[in-house]
Nanobody, 115 residues
Framework: QVQLVESGGGLVQPGGSLRLSCAAS????????MNWYRQAPGNQREWVAT???????SYADSVKGRFTISRDNAKNTVHLQMSSLKPDDTAVYYC?????????WGLGTQVTVSS
């Protein structure tokens, strides 16, 4: 079993920056890819970014150039660095882990961009 815990959400002003983290706990799992999704009230959950186990990255057009997905040296945590934040970035952000055995969702962290 794998547990995912997001952190780093909060309130930030437009134009500001925020870094989200997703820590994965458990043993014996192999990461195929880690993803970030977000969902605002009334909207469907949308894909934001992906980092694969061979270190390739991809981004939604809406965040390209502003967001960066990465992992730390311990390889148990992924980050989403968000810059030039806009009010329409406001959403609950979820990490989504893909492994050869199963896929896992975190519980989400709230990001609010407002003045």
């Amino acid at each position: 079993q794998v547990q995912l815990v997001e952190s780093g959400g909060g309130l930030v002003q437009p134009g500001g920056s925020l870094r989200l983290s997703c820590a994965a706990s458990g043993s014996g799992f192999t990461m195929s890819a880690m993803n970030w999704y977000r969902q605002a009230p009334g909207n469907q959950r949308e894909w934001v970014a992906t980092l694969t186990n061979i270190a390739t990255t991809s981004y939604a057009d809406s965040v390209k150039g502003r967001f960066t997905i990465s992992r730390d040296n311990a390889k148990n945590t992924v980050h989403l660095q968000m810059s030039s934040l806009k009010p329409d970035d406001t959403a609950v952000y979820y990490c989504y882990l893909q492994t050869p055995r199963a896929n896992y969702w975190g519980l989400g962290t709230q990001v609010t961009v407002s003045s």
